[in-house]
């Protein structure tokens, strides 16, 4: 990698591993002490050391832990020893030191053999997925999910061996190697996300007093100042006053505590900070800060990366692909953005392919990329890529947050709308909003970059493996919908690792919106309300809602009378198979079918024997007293049948009845209508709906089913139906 046309990281062997964790902290108590009192710093850690090793009060005492040491060659021993030792172990070998406290052998000492597995497997599927997406851009279904099985099975093979670590049937069985999989992956997703709220919105995770005074003390204490101070003088960099740090303190401490006295003691440490302290503490890994107290200099920075004007001459084949080929990944897909109109719908292969001027083009955009960077690097390394990450990061899950909107164990999503607000005065989405974030984009991923460098480096990882862990720039969403509930989202993509589509596409995530057992061309017709509403936030900004509930109750009507007439067109569709099939038949489908050839089969007519189709009606009829109400009330002769049925397989009501769709596709049975609970079949259809109008930000729906948009609005053709009104009515009158 290319350090000098990427400035965000630097060479692996700049990375130091820093393990002298009482050493550090003696320097931040004598930094403190030099702050408050003025006296020399020297003077001052001389003072912390004496007291550690005299004073009794301040003496450190030794902890011990239990655990595991495997002696050479041989079993592991249950084993007490101190931290004090595990560092001096660490420092004399470079073991790895995972997030659960479970050291490894470096790899440069004892290489791993599912190291070199994993690493030819993630190359196939790098392949295979670059394969897949150019497919996809080529309308080559086909190819496209061959290759989307394909980098599946390979990242289920990867992911397999986490899952034989802790099976004692198998060679790879190491209990440990689970539990450091998983707390090492917390500890480096943690670290971006906690970085991504700090630049991109200025958020930091300060849940108590301590931590302000902490972090306050590290940053200062961790900062180049003579490189720093040029960079005030170069810029003319803002100064914030006290009460301007303290709205920076405050902006992170709102959302977790208030305390008038821990505030005035916060307050007296900045007073003591010189001009350069403190904007090394606003500014640090904050861009949120720096753009608004430097307007006019941030605005210069995004205004150098959106006026291209690197022209090459002449270029070689030879050249052009030195520079394609060179470039980061994430500069690639900037470069992308600045290319959209002849990259939308192509491959980098087919521009290459189809016109040099093209390609032309994108190795110029690259390059001036490249440009940009290399002009602002002393800002990008002295302010935005220091050794400083941000603090506290053990309690992170429990933070809140600004600009993160949804994360998972690789990945961060973030929304950067306050940047393209704050730069056009306004949210729009156009060619230039969409560049602009892809460029806030590059710098917060290059942090990111520089983040997980700084942390693999501290667990103990080599040289060669210090950037095999990075989050690259994977999706970009022009919109992203979030419902109040786990994994369910909506997005408008419109691109994926750097390959930008022609029409953007629309993802849902979760089994409310995209529930398989819901009829098709409802999960269909969400989907294109989706699309709709989407679009027109696009467009205008906004959304009307009251159209789009219309058109909600307007499906809710249509189910309601389709119900009402008997039809068994939006019912849930399930199988029944056969008897061996199942462990438990009296537990299982199979019972309905011997309800149906017993109570409904000399009325309406036998089904065929499993497996086939059934249909699933949800009754009203929860208990044994609403059931026997409720059989009285039919054709007795049914009634008594179905009363013996109940009988004879000890049951005492029925939550639920499964009717087999040969036989009902004419007709649900009469007697059976007044037991379909409707409001509860209607809900079940509607509830992607709701999810959607909770998107929104309109909350109608309930766990109980008591409130339904149809219950206050007629139906009402002139606002149509959700999605595609006609494949409705179509499907209803089958």
């Not at 003319?236 to 821990?262: A, C, H």
């Not at 030879?318 to 491959?347: I, P, R, W």
């Not at 690259?472 to 408008?492: P, Q």
Request: with cysteine; glycine share 4%; net charge neutral.
């Amino acid at each position: 990698m290319d350090h000098d046309r990427y400035p965000f990281i630097k060479d692996p062997k700049d990375y130091i591993r820093n393990l002298n964790i009482v050493e550090e902290a003696n320097r931040a108590t004598a930094h403190y002490l030099h702050l408050k009192t003025g006296k020399s710093f020297e003077e001052c850690l001389k003072f912390v050391e004496d007291k550690i090793q005299n004073d009794e009060r301040f003496r450190l005492k030794p902890i011990e832990i239990t655990g595991l040491r495997q002696l050479p060659n041989e079993d592991r021993v249950l084993s007490k020893v101190s931290i004090s030792t595990i560092i001096d172990i660490l420092k004399r070998n470079n073991h790895i030191f995972s997030a659960n406290m479970v050291m490894y052998n470096s790899s440069e000492s004892k290489p791993s053999p599912i190291k070199a597995y994993i690493t030819k497997k993630k190359k196939a599927r790098k392949i295979v997925k670059k394969l897949g997406y150019e497919a996809d851009q080529k309308k080559d279904t086909v190819l496209f999910q061959q290759c989307e099985n394909a980098q599946k099975a390979i990242k289920r093979g990867i992911a397999s061996i986490s899952g034989a670590h802790i099976s004692p049937h198998n060679p790879l069985f190491n209990i440990s190697g689970h539990t450091s999989l998983t707390s090492t992956a917390r500890v480096t997703v943690s670290y971006p996300n906690a970085s991504t709220e700090r630049f991109v919105s200025g958020n930091r995770h300060y849940w108590c007093k301590d931590v302000v005074i902490e972090n306050i003390l590290t940053i200062t204490l961790n900062t180049d100042y003579s490189k720093l101070d040029a960079l005030i003088e170069k810029y003319n960099i803002y100064i914030p006053t006290v009460d301007e740090v303290m709205d920076v303190i405050l902006r992170s401490t709102q959302f977790y505590w208030y305390d008038e006295k821990g505030m005035a003691e916060i307050k007296a440490l900045v007073e003591t900070l010189s001009d350069s302290q403190i904007v090394s503490f606003v500014y640090t890994g904050d861009f949120y800060q720096f753009y608004t107290r430097n307007d006019e200099l941030a605005r210069s920075i995004f205004d150098s990366f959106l006026d291209n004007h690197v022209q090459l001459n002449n270029p070689t084949d030879e050249m052009l692909d030195d520079v394609v080929n060179k470039a980061n990944s994430n500069v690639q897909a900037l470069a992308c953005k600045y290319c959209y109109m002849f990259f939308k719908g192509s491959t980098l292969s087919d521009v290459k392919k189809n016109s040099r001027e093209n390609y032309i083009t994108y190795a110029e955009s690259i390059l001036h990329i490249e440009f940009s960077l290399v002009k602002y690097s002393d800002l990008i390394k002295t302010l935005l890529t220091t050794d400083n990450l941000p603090p506290s990061i053990f309690r992170f899950p429990n933070s809140i947050r600004r600009a993160v909107i949804g994360s998972d164990t690789d990945s961060v999503m973030y929304t950067v709308q306050r940047i393209v607000i704050w730069y056009f005065g306004k949210l729009s989405v156009t060619p230039e909003s969409v560049t602009l974030a892809s460029i806030v984009n590059i710098l917060n991923n290059g942090i990111i970059d520089h983040v997980i460098a700084q942390t693999l480096r501290q667990l103990g990882v080599a040289d060669d493996d210090l950037f095999t862990l990075q989050m690259k720039n994977e999706y970009d969403f022009l919109i992203y919908a979030r419902a109040n509930r786990a994994k369910h989202y909506g997005t408008l993509m419109t691109s994926r690792e750097g390959i930008l589509f022609e029409v953007p596409k629309i993802e849902l995530k979760g089994v409310g919106l995209v529930d398989s057992k819901i009829l098709k061309e409802i999960t269909s017709c969400l989907k294109k309300e989706m699309i709709s509403i989407m679009n027109e936030i696009v467009a205008n900004g906004k959304v009307k809602a009251f159209p789009i509930m219309h058109r909600i109750s307007n499906l809710e009507h249509i189910v309601l009378q389709s119900l009402k007439e008997r039809k068994i067109t939006y019912l849930v569709g399930v199988n029944i198979n056969m008897e061996e099939a199942y462990k438990d038949p009296k537990s299982s489908n199979y019972l309905y079918y011997e309800m149906w050839e017993d109570v409904f089969a000399e009325k309406y007519g036998h089904a065929s024997s499993p497996p086939y189709r059934a249909v699933k009606i949800s009754t009203i009829v929860t208990s044994k007293t609403r059931f026997t109400k409720w059989n009285k009330s039919i054709d007795s002769e049914i009634g008594n049948k179905l009363a013996e049925w109940m009988a004879k397989n000890e049951k005492d009501y029925l939550r639920q009845i499964l009717l087999p769709m040969e036989i009902v596709s004419s007709g649900i049975p009469e007697e059976l209508i007044s037991l379909i609970d409707i409001r509860s079949t209607i809900a079940d259809i509607s509830k992607g709906f709701y999810i959607l109008l909770e998107m929104l930000g309109l909350y109608f729906g309930n766990e109980d089913d008591t409130q339904l948009l149809s219950d206050r609005l007629p139906y009402d053709p002139r606002h149509g139906v959700v999605g595609d009104y006609h494949l409705i009515l179509e499907k209803q009158n089958e």
